[in-house]
């Protein structure tokens, strides 16, 4: 029994000891910047239900900063609309979202620092009726509060809008989703940010997957309380043309993991020309080049000796269609 409990200890200390992503420009973040390409829609409609500055003092009021309208267009263009406590917005878009490879949308808070983080839930829906909400995870410690002006590690957040600071997405991919019946995830037309009272009080307090208090900066009150949502950028709008990992026929890629380079054969059935790009973590473009194919197998390599260790995505493209692999580069 005693060995049980030891192990059992020794299991959640491992866990509380998780890391994520960490912060905007270091390797291996999944944060995704304004200006990728990867962005191929925003947001065309929002709705706001204002939260208070403070849930704990309704005399604060709710929160004034922006308007619904801030929250549409690209991120960094349009100002920022502030939920306050346990506030919500809904945005919608011109077409649905689809599952496609890797992340499929990316929502934009406005923090100045990768580590005053505002945090909020995620929820999607086919219908804008039922939502279901993506698994959060917060490893930050629940025993003291943080403060206003409080620090958060980004290593310890996942699946929590509001990780990464301002210009940079958080991104989110419907696959995790597959198994719920209630919504599509070939076509989500609603998405649902709601604030995270980051209290530690029990009357306020909000929980985490693993049924952990999710601590962030409180109590803000000020009238830009909560989170402030600046924008949601989409990667697969339903009509285009972005093709499944592999959608082509005889399309590989080795090594992956890969060193100082790495080789996409392509079996093409026509001669043609294609893109190649390549994109770090952050969603920056690193390399393109132009490609001419032939008719039949071919091979080009890739150099990767000046890229830092990180996840990367390879995209191949022509005309309107698109395939992203997803590569390693693990230098030795």
Same mark, same amino acid.
Request: net charge negative; aromatic share 10%; with cysteine.
């Given at each position: 029994?005693?060995?049980?409990?030891?192990?059992?200890?020794?299991?959640?200390?491992?866990?509380?000891?998780?890391?994520?992503?960490?912060?905007?420009?270091?390797?291996?973040s999944?944060?995704l910047h304004?200006?990728?390409?990867?962005?191929?829609?925003?947001?065309?409609?929002?709705?706001?239900?204002?939260?208070?500055?403070?849930?704990?003092?309704?005399?604060?009021?709710?929160?004034?900063?922006?308007?619904?309208?801030?929250?549409?267009?690209?991120?960094?263009?349009?100002?920022?609309?502030?939920?306050?406590?346990?506030?919500?917005?809904?945005?919608?878009?011109?077409?649905?979202?689809?599952?496609?490879?890797?992340p499929?949308?990316?929502?934009?808070?406005?923090?100045?620092?990768?580590?005053?983080?505002?945090?909020?839930?995620?929820?999607?829906?086919?219908?804008?009726?039922?939502?279901?909400?993506?698994?959060?995870?917060?490893?930050?410690?629940?025993?003291?509060?943080?403060?206003?002006?409080?620090?958060? *590690?980004?290593k310890? =957040?996942?699946?929590? $809008?509001?990780?990464?600071? %301002?210009?940079?997405? &958080?991104? #989110? @991919?419907?696959?995790?989703?597959?198994?719920?019946?209630?919504?599509?995830?070939?076509?989500?037309?609603?998405?649902k940010?709601?604030?995270?009272?980051?209290?530690?009080?029990?009357?306020?307090?909000?929980?985490?997957?693993?049924?952990?208090?999710?601590?962030?900066?409180?109590?803000?009150?000020?009238?830009?309380?909560?989170?402030?949502?600046d924008?949601?950028?989409?990667?697969?709008?339903?009509?285009?043309?972005?093709?499944?990992?592999?959608?082509?026929?005889?399309?590989?890629?080795?090594?992956?993991?890969?060193? *100082?380079?790495?080789? =996409?054969?392509?079996? $093409?059935?026509?001669?043609? %020309?294609?893109?190649? &790009?390549? #994109? @770090?973590?952050?969603?920056?473009?690193?390399?393109?080049?132009?490609?001419?194919?032939?008719?039949?197998?071919?091979?080009?390599?890739?150099?990767?000796?000046?890229?830092?260790?990180?996840?990367?995505?390879?995209?191949?493209?022509?005309?309107?269609?698109?395939?992203?692999?997803?590569?390693?580069?693990?230098?030795?």
């Amino acid at each position: 029994m005693q060995r049980l409990v030891l192990l059992f200890g020794f299991i959640i200390g491992l866990s509380l000891q998780a890391q994520f992503a960490p912060a905007a420009g270091q390797p291996g973040s999944s944060a995704l910047h304004k200006d990728s390409n990867i962005f191929k829609a925003w947001a065309t409609q929002c709705n706001i239900t204002r939260g208070y500055q403070d849930i704990s003092n309704v005399l604060s009021g709710l929160t004034t900063v922006g308007d619904s309208s801030m929250a549409l267009g690209k991120a960094g263009d349009n100002g920022i609309v502030s939920l306050g406590d346990g506030g919500t917005a809904i945005v919608t878009f011109n077409t649905p979202i689809k599952n496609g490879p890797g992340p499929d949308f990316a929502i934009f808070e406005n923090t100045f620092i990768d580590s005053f983080l505002e945090l909020a839930f995620v929820e999607v829906s086919s219908d804008g009726k039922n939502y279901v909400r993506f698994k959060p995870t917060s490893f930050t410690q629940d025993s003291i509060q943080t403060g206003p002006f409080g620090y958060t *590690n980004p290593k310890k =957040i996942n699946n929590l $809008a509001g990780k990464y600071r %301002a210009l940079y997405g &958080t991104p #989110f @991919d419907l696959e995790e989703l597959a198994l719920f019946s209630n919504i599509n995830i070939s076509s989500i037309t609603h998405v649902k940010i709601i604030d995270v009272v980051g209290s530690l009080k029990n009357q306020y307090a909000q929980y985490d997957q693993n049924n952990h208090k999710i601590n962030d900066p409180w109590p803000t009150p000020f009238p830009s309380s909560g989170f402030d949502l600046d924008a949601v950028g989409v990667m697969y709008p339903v009509g285009t043309g972005i093709k499944k990992v592999n959608a082509f026929a005889g399309l590989k890629l080795f090594p992956n993991p890969a060193s *100082n380079y790495c080789n =996409i054969e392509i079996n $093409a059935i026509e001669t043609h %020309a294609c893109q190649l &790009t390549l #994109f @770090d973590a952050t969603g920056k473009l690193v390399f393109e080049e132009n490609v001419s194919l032939n008719q039949g197998l071919n091979t080009k390599r890739i150099d990767l000796s000046n890229y830092v260790n990180g996840c990367y995505q390879i995209c191949i493209s022509k005309a309107n269609e698109t395939t992203i692999l997803p590569i390693i580069i693990a230098h030795e």
